[in-house]
T-cell receptor, first 114, second 113 residues
Framework: ETGVTQSPTHLIKTRGQQVTLRCSSQ?????VSWYQQALGQGPQFIFQ???????GRGNFPPRFSGLQFPNYSSELNVNALELDDSALYLC?????????????FGEGSRLTVL | AQSVAQPEDQVNVAEGNPLTVKCTYS??????LFWYVQYPNRGLQFLLK??????LVKGSYGFEAEFNKSQTSFHLKKPSALVSDSALYFC???????????FGAGTTVTVRA
């Protein structure tokens, strides 16, 4: 069974640029959610995708957007990067839209904005 | 609204001593509670969860946690800590009707040999 994988692991961008982060969900999981973890803080919920549609969103501006593909993999796109976007971005998958079980996290993509 | 508080930024214990990491929560519905551990530059690893049933839940690596509804707490415990338990620990809560996890700020555990 393959776990959640994310790419790239590290990347550096400059203010104003755009970035795309990718995530492959765990086998059999149809729900993907994204979290932002700033340095020294707990993860913050960005949004969740279920069957290719966004079905929940946290307090993040519209320049944070995403996609989910038919194979349940997902992308997180961030436009007009700001310095405060520097963080570890975590993808998590789960086997249902709302379930009582735990989320399975990837290792994360560390974004540095200069 | 749902939230989690981890009142201690750091916990330091000697190897072999009991370890406790504190967590309190706030939800409007039924709480689903989780503990995760994070090692440096890594993702989150699931330790244990409380959904319903026995208030004492057992998880991975010898960890356990006790759900206390009256005190709205879900403290993580380990009877005998190991140096390898040194890591960052996160408590998280989901309102039973919600889809997102809300995390605490984390507690850094250091176990000295």
């Amino acid at each position: 069974e393959t776990g959640v994988t994310q790419s790239p692991t590290h990347l550096i961008k400059t203010r104003g640029q755009q970035v795309t982060l990718r995530c492959s969900s765990q086998s059999g999981h149809n729900t993907v959610s994204w979290y932002q973890q700033a340095l020294g803080q707990g993860p913050q919920f960005i949004f969740q995708y279920y069957r290719e549609e966004e079905n929940g969103r946290g307090n993040f501006p519209p320049r944070f957007s995403g996609l989910q593909f038919p194979n349940y993999s997902s992308e997180l796109n961030v436009n007009a990067l700001e310095l405060d976007d520097s963080a570890l971005y975590l993808c998590a998958s789960s086997p249902g839209q709302t379930n009582t079980g735990e989320l399975f996290f990837g290792e994360g993509s560390r974004l540095t904005v200069l | 609204a749902q939230s989690v508080a981890q009142p201690e930024d750091q916990v330091n214990v000697a190897e072999g001593n009991p370890l406790t990491v504190k967590c309190t929560y706030s939800v409007s519905g039924n709480p689903y509670l989780f503990w995760y551990v994070q090692y440096p530059n890594r993702g989150l690893q699931f330790l244990l969860k409380y959904i319903t049933g026995d208030n004492l839940v057992k998880g991975s690596y010898g960890f356990e946690a006790e759900f206390n509804k009256s005190q709205t707490s879900f403290h993580l415990k380990k009877p005998s800590a190991l140096v390898s338990d040194s890591a960052l620990y996160f408590c998280a809560v989901r309102d039973g009707s919600d889809y997102k996890l809300s995390f605490g700020a984390g507690t850094t555990v250091t176990v000295r040999a």
